[in-house]
């Protein structure tokens, strides 16, 4: 019972200081801050994502036969252009190498009975390059590359790293209103 | 004993009888003051009315906008999403000159939190004296910036809007107000994959709070 008074008394002597101490803090904030109105809205948007893929990354020469690789556009903004960076190796010899694209899958080194489109220029040994198309991509869309050596003597190795910039590789800007 | 128990009793009871006179004299004076003090009243009563005003602000789409929503493609950089809200000044008070926007993006990331320098969100906020022909994004009235090209990241704490007169008049009043929230990002992806720190493919929830004090108080001597 004795305990039971302490507690409420300790209680009490709380509750009044917490009561004080409100009573201290509240005005000056009550009379600084006035009414205030709030209000609420909620947008939720989501970026794209921008990339291609090569189905062949690494090609090896040991004669001057031709060798395709298919590019995708894995991104999901389509793109205006798409840039490659290709090292050649550096072997006994002076091979050299073009890249060319097809709109479609090359057929017996033809692009639908012709060239194709050559991509950049001459690629020489022991040199990195980056060699830039122009061609349009939709999402999921597929170009197909060829790329054909010159004088291969010895084993030459081909590395194609593809890369894609923005903003200037993605369409254009969307202004949407809604 | 019997004897002393008798002497003990009688003088108890003259004890007694002294304390009923005192209790008696006390009675009388008392009331006698009382009386006193009682006897003379007056009351006046006067009655004043007071209402107190409301501050309440609220969003509404502007013209054929869908207003705050959800947008549902993919934003790439360079693009922009345009949404075209009615700030609204419903309570009876009018509205201090001051308003401010914080924005708030849920999850956290590269899009609203600036972890990739010079990328991500921005909004820039425009507001028309008429409303906004959301088909176009024209207004056909005059325009005036409230909040300029900024990126979301710097949003997050309440940033002061400028310029938003039809709120600071009266009551009753209404702000068209173009949200244009656009893409920043300058990243090169690789073999068709984003670098290490991306914005790309990322989604946020973005909540936008407007916050608006009362006017000055008023003194009024009537």
Known sequence: MKDLTHRTACRTVASAAVLLLGVAIVPPLAGAAGLRGTAVGNESVTSASWGVTASVTTMTFTTNTDQTSNVTNNGTVALVAESYSVTVSNPAGTPTFKAFQCAVAWVSTKCSGGAGTQVGGTLSKNSTTTITSTTAMAVSGLLYLQVEPATVTASTVVTISTKIAAPSQLRAAVKTNQ | ?222
């Open chain 2, 1 to 222: 004993m019997s004897k002393h128990h008798h002497a003990v009793s009688k003088g108890g009871a003259g004890y007694g009888k002294i304390a009923v006179a005192g209790l008696l004299a006390t009675s009388v004076g008392l009331l006698a003051t009382a009386g006193v003090y009682a006897g003379l009243s007056a009351t006046a009563t006067g009655s004043e009315s007071v209402t107190s005003g409301t501050l309440n602000m609220t969003l509404t789409a502007d013209g054929t906008s869908s207003g705050f929503s959800t947008f549902t493609p993919k934003m790439a950089p360079g693009d922009s999403d345009n949404v075209y809200v009615n700030i609204n000044n419903t309570g009876t008070l009018a509205s201090a000159a001051g308003m401010t926007l914080a924005v708030a993006g849920s999850p956290l990331n590269a899009l609203t939190n600036g972890s990739v320098a010079g990328e991500g969100l921005t909004l820039t906020a425009t507001q028309c004296s008429v409303t906004w022909t959301v088909a176009t994004g024209v207004c056909s009235g005059t325009t005036t910036s409230i909040l300029a090209n900024t990126q979301l990241s710097a949003l997050s704490t309440a940033t002061a809007l400028s310029n938003v007169p039809a709120l600071v008049a009266a009551t009753g009043q209404l702000a068209h107000v173009q949200f244009s929230l656009g893409l920043v990002a300058t990243e090169t992806s690789t073999n068709g994959v984003a670098p290490g720190s991306t914005i790309q493919g990322l989604t946020a929830a973005l909540t936008f709070t407007f916050t608006e004090q009362q006017r000055t108080g008023v003194v009024t001597n009537q």
